[in-house]
């Protein structure tokens, strides 16, 4: 298969670390939430729901 949009991956040299990291860290988070709400039974989900928009407003008001 040909490469047709001339797009390339980016080099090593060329890459910033921490951008890398912190994809990382928003990867593992998802990772972590889905196996949160994945284990949980179909009913329990709303609640997980709330206790997340609950966190959130939390936070934002601090």
Do not use: C
């Amino acid at each position: 298969m040909e490469n047709t949009t001339g797009t390339k991956p980016t080099k090593k040299e060329k890459r910033i670390d921490i951008f890398d990291v912190h994809l990382g860290f928003a990867i593992f988070g998802i990772f972590v939430v889905n196996i949160v709400i994945m284990n949980s039974t179909f009913l329990d989900q709303y609640e997980i729901a709330n206790l997340w928009r609950k966190w959130f407003k939390k936070m934002r008001n601090h």
